[in-house]
């Protein structure tokens, strides 16, 4: 899915109805807004997007969503006499930017490093692998604030968990509970089943609990509802395992990377 960033700059637009958005976002489980996008005119109905704040402190991802139409023209937000592009947007969610946003610091890991976060620029596209690494990190990072993103209430029964509901957004959007990753974790802990990584390991407190959780089952192919085994079909992998998973549609298998990680390094030693 094409993946687009855009920006948020509380020096050059204080954004008043924040609050209300942010009410509708809890209360409804999305908000409608329209946005800058900079010169670009690419972005299309039902394209993805993510909403980066700049500026001030803390920076970072505060929101995702959709495209809900192409870019038009109309007067600039700042300038008077000027034009800009924007477009329309549903979001999902929206994050308080003190106490919740996904830190831009967190950003530099695997392909995410390639984009260029410090833009001012609102509009960029954002490659696919980095893309689906980004998507991986927010649905984790949204897990561990306890919120859910295109989720309604799914009754719970068991150690089952339904999973893969469709709600209409301007796409589909597959449902997730984040109960099932915690139960996947706590079965697995949080090394990468592939190539062990550990977060905390790495860079400490801010790495503490941090892991991608891989479907073995894609939700987006199965299409409707089913009840997932924590165990049996989640693992924990790191963000640069999960994206090299993702490379192939359908995803290579975990033992697939396992033999290829085991084949590169024993090529290495020779």
Not at 110 to 136: D, F, H, M, V, Y
Not at 241 to 266: D, M, N, Q, W
Request: proline share 5%.
């Amino acid at each position: 899915m094409p993946t687009y960033l855009l920006t948020w700059n509380p020096k050059h637009w204080p954004w008043k109805e924040f609050d209300e958005k942010y009410e509708s976002a809890r209360k409804h489980g999305y908000f409608n807004s329209q946005w800058s996008c900079g010169v670009t005119k690419r972005i299309k109905e039902g394209d993805r997007v993510f909403l980066l704040r700049q500026g001030v402190e803390p920076k970072g991802i505060l929101a995702a969503g959709y495209a809900t139409s192409a870019t038009f023209e109309k007067d600039h937000f700042r300038d008077s006499g000027k034009t800009a592009l924007y477009i329309q947007a549903r979001f999902d969610t929206l994050l308080q930017p003190d106490t919740e946003i996904l830190p831009r610091k967190l950003l530099d890991i695997g392909s995410l490093k390639e984009i260029n976060w410090r833009t001012q620029s609102s509009g960029i596209s954002i490659p696919s692998t980095a893309a689906n690494e980004l998507e991986a990190l927010w649905r984790s990072h949204l897990d561990s604030l306890g919120l859910k993103s295109y989720l309604s209430a799914d009754e719970v029964s068991g150690e089952k968990y339904s999973e893969g509901a469709v709600r209409r957004i301007t796409v589909n959007a597959y449902e997730r509970d984040p109960r099932a990753r915690a139960d996947c974790i706590a079965h697995y802990g949080t090394n990468c089943c592939i190539c062990d990584f550990n977060f905390s390991s790495a860079f400490g407190d801010i790495g503490e609990g941090f892991i991608h959780v891989h479907h073995l089952k894609q939700l987006s192919d199965i299409g409707e509802k089913y009840s997932v085994d924590p165990v049996a079909d989640l693992r924990p992998v790191c963000p640069n395992c999960h994206a090299v998973v993702h490379r192939r549609s359908p995803p290579y298998t975990i033992e697939e990377i396992k033999k290829r990680r085991l084949t590169s390094h024993s090529s290495q030693r020779s």
